[in-house]
Nanobody, 124 residues
């Protein structure tokens, strides 16, 4: 059974840092692009944040987080992370990890697996 479990969310002051982790079970990450999404309070849409390709050599970031967030993966541990620095109040959201079979995230297509989310609250 496939399962993705996020951890590392919490309350942090603006300007602070958090590190989110996603632990996968039930499949191996080798052939999957891995991503992070978020859904802000009161918003219906889930926003793409970052993606890392299956080889780990390619990364993409939403403009809103570029230069502040860093995505990484550890296939041996079946995990991937999102290092978040210089956090802003507008980063407050539930963050979801997700996986998609292929070299890089194709956001026009549905992700194959989703976690249940972890809440990040940034106080100003």
């Amino acid at each position: 059974q496939v399962q993705l479990v996020e951890s590392g969310g919490g309350l942090v002051q603006a300007g602070g840092s958090l590190r989110l982790s996603c632990a996968a079970s039930g499949f191996t990450l080798d052939y999957y692009a891995l991503g992070w999404f978020r859904q802000a309070p009161g918003k219906e849409e889930r926003e793409w944040v970052s993606c890392i390709g299956s080889s780990g050599g390619s990364t993409r970031y939403a403009d809103s987080v570029k230069g502040r967030f860093t995505i990484s993966r550890d296939n041996a541990k079946n995990t991937w992370n999102l290092e978040m620095n210089s956090l802003k109040s507008e980063d407050t959201a539930v963050y979801y990890c997700a996986a998609q079979y292929g070299n890089m995230c194709r956001f026009g297509d549905a992700m194959d697996y989703w976690g249940k989310g972890t809440l990040v609250t940034v106080s100003s």
